[in-house]
C-alpha cells in the first residue's frame, strides 16, 4: 500500500486543522491506521491510531479530548482531525498501516508509511 499525507499548515494556536491520508494500491481496509508526529530532535510518537473497520481508537494522552482519527474506507482515506492547536504540537505529522493483527500501538507495528506532513502551530 501507497500512502500519500495531505492537510498540513501554518495555523495559531488555539485553531484547527484537519490532516488527510489517501491510500493506494492496496485497500485500506485491510490495515490498522496510525498517525505518527517527530518534531526536531525528538522521537517520532504515536499520536492516533484506528484499527481495522474503526473498532477501536487510541490517542496519546497529550492529544486526548482535542483530535480525532478517522477513517473512511469507502474512499480509501485516512483523517486527522486536530482543534485546540497548541504550540508543541508543532511537527511533521506521518501516517502509517499497519497489518499485524493483534498489535497496533507500537511504531515497530506499522510498516507502510506516507511521507509527512508538516504542521507549524504559531503562539
Known amino acids: 500500500v501507497q500512502l500519500q499525507a495531505s492537510g498540513g499548515g501554518v495555523v495559531e494556536a488555539g485553531g484547527s486543522l484537519r490532516l488527510s491520508c489517501a491510500a493506494s494500491?492496496?485497500?485500506?481496509?485491510?490495515?490498522?491506521m496510525g498517525w505518527f508526529r517527530q518534531a526536531p530532535g525528538k522521537e517520532r510518537e504515536l499520536v492516533a491510531a484506528?484499527?481495522?473497520?474503526?473498532?477501536?481508537?487510541h490517542y496519546a494522552d497529550s492529544v486526548q479530548g482535542r483530535f480525532i482519527i478517522s477513517r473512511d474506507d469507502a474512499v480509501n482515506t485516512l483523517y486527522l482531525q486536530m482543534d485546540s492547536l497548541r504550540p508543541e504540537d508543532a511537527a511533521v505529522y506521518y501516517c502509517?498501516?499497519?497489518?499485524?493483527?493483534?498489535?497496533?500501538?507500537?511504531?515497530?507495528?506499522?510498516?507502510?508509511w506516507g511521507q509527512g506532513t508538516l504542521v507549524t502551530v504559531s503562539s
Open positions: 502509517a498501516a499497519g497489518d499485524r493483527f493483534g498489535s497496533w500501538l507500537s511504531r515497530d507495528d506499522y510498516d507502510y
Open positions: 494500491g492496496r485497500p485500506l481496509r485491510k490495515y490498522d
Open positions: 484506528i484499527t481495522r473497520y474503526g473498532r477501536n481508537t
